[in-house]
């Protein structure tokens, strides 16, 4: 069945779903969804990296996002910018710097639409071998650590005050997240990864009444908009990343529709923010 | 009265944290200096001060949160920690329950949860959304959810904001409640100059530094307390009345009653306030 393309497409698509929906939870959770990104543009490095050094794309890809996630750790730490300047100077500045390094590697056929926005003719049986290989190893790390990242994610110094190390699981996490973008970039694209991670757990939002219900319920949503956006994709021939974020926006949109709150009580989903 | 948790323990204070000289500096500037006090099994102790005066720092610091750049801070090995830290913002996205959030540091049996809810009195909530919860039924779900730690030193920081004045009253009672039965320290921060608990072994008074500390039978002016609050609640809450000996201006100089303007608070400011606080009481007597 892996012989034809879009099976394994379609193979690969569900296997990063089912990993990018505990992720992507942690990632809304904990207001992450920029760092995401930035993450994710500086994928387009790893690859002239790659390119340049001659060695596997998806490691190229991996390096090149814990580099940044360091880099920003430690400008973080000099506290000389926000935050916030500094997600957007390294989101830019390292997807610039790939679009320069790529153009004057003339020596290489890039196909940079296929990097950015996803490319399913490419998915071989070693990137499904590494999608499912990397994403048992995001999970399992993930149900390693999944009570002290909780416990950070609602607070951090109390994690710490109660010997939950936050340390060592943010550092897990960026490494975690660093691995997904490395094996996402060929189904979706370098500048839609985030969307896979964070569309899916919004939608699983309302019907989850624990942590635990909407990490699963981000997994089935995020396979189903796989499986709709590739079926769509080969459809009206549209790249497969874009259609597979539409599809997953789409469900969000149905997530919304009133009758989803009157599947679970009533008003319990209008939460007032604590004082 | 001073009210002593455990019978055997007097005899043998076991410490539980232990402060040094701790200090911690950050953005340029001191938060605290020179903090010494020792927190034993079954001792409440009450940090009191106004804003920005160091207690959330000072608390910080003794449970390892903060690492102090000058002095020690000592603690039992293996110490376990319950902590209610001042500002908890659960993000809407989140879907916790308030029967989540109990093991969210820790598995604990489900009767255990409920007892635990029960004895603060929201055990009618378990299945609520914490971010549907009040400020006073938040307070305790956090209350609960560190003492189901069986905590050897419980932090409290500022435990009674957002909670009405009867409730606080119900709230410092539930606290002193839980150190008899449990035995455990616990370390209380409280803004409020004026409102510490009946049940506090050591108030101790924090400006940047320790302004002054004792007992709060030698700091309490009944008199002006029971005009307040009534005698009835004369037993559960005592007045604080305050004097300092110097005052910190804005730009972190500190002018003295005399007038005279100095860099830094005198090693010796606070036997002054401990004195005045004495004289005080004497009065009120």
Known sequence: ?275 | MLKKSDPTEPARREILVSLKGAGVHRGGRWLVRNVEFDIARGEIVTLIGPNGSGKSTTARTAIGVLKPDEGSVKRLASLTVGYVPQKLAIDWTLPLTVERLMTLTASHPAAEIREALDSVGIAHLARAEVQALSGGEFQRALLARAILRKPDLLVLDEPVQGVDFSGEVALYELIGAIRDRTGCGILLISHDLHVVMASTDTVICLNGHVCCRGTPQTVVASREYQKLFGARAAGTLAIYRHHHDHTHLPDGRVQHEDGSVTQHCHPDDGHHHDHDHHDEAGHAR
Not at chain 1, 5 to 20: D, I
Not at chain 1, 44 to 67: K, P, R, S
Not at chain 1, 71 to 81: I, K, N, S
Not at chain 1, 238 to 251: D, K, N, Q
Request: aromatic share 8%; charged share 10%; net charge neutral.
């Open chain 1, 1 to 275: 069945m892996l012989d034809d393309f879009f099976s394994r497409a379609l193979v690969a698509g569900v296997g990063l779903a089912l990993t990018t929906g505990p992720l992507g939870c942690l990632i809304v959770w904990r207001r992450m969804a920029y760092f995401g990104d930035t993450m994710a543009h500086s994928a387009l490095l790893g690859v002239a990296l790659a390119f340049l050094f001659e060695i596997n794309l998806t490691v190229g890809v991996f390096i090149a996002a814990m580099l940044v996630s360091m880099a920003l750790l430690a400008l973080q730490r000099r506290g000389a910018l926000s935050t916030d300047a500094l997600l957007g100077i390294l989101s830019h500045a390292t997807l610039a710097i790939g679009l320069v390094m790529v153009a004057f590697m003339t020596w290489v056929r890039v196909d940079l639409m296929g990097f950015l926005f996803g490319d399913i003719l490419a998915v071989s049986r070693l990137d499904i071998a590494l999608i499912y290989g990397g994403g048992a190893l995001v999970l399992g790390l993930l149900a390693w650590l999944w009570r002290p990242l909780l416990a950070a994610t609602v607070n951090e110094e109390l994690a710490r005050a109660e010997g939950m190390a936050p340390d060592r699981s943010r550092f897990v996490f960026m490494v975690t997240m660093a691995l997904v973008i490395a094996i996402a970039m060929k189904i979706v694209g370098i500048l839609l990864i985030t969307a896979l991670m964070i569309i899916p757990a919004a939608a699983a939002r309302r019907f989850a009444s624990t942590p635990e219900q909407m990490a699963v319920m981000a997994s089935l949503f995020g396979a189903l908009a796989v499986i709709a956006g590739l079926f769509g994709s080969l459809e009206f021939d549209t790249p497969s990343g874009p259609s597979i974020v539409v599809a997953a926006l789409a469900l969000f949109l149905l997530s919304l529709l009133p009758y989803a709150g009157l599947l679970k009580r009533g008003g319990s989903a209008n939460g007032r923010p604590v004082p």
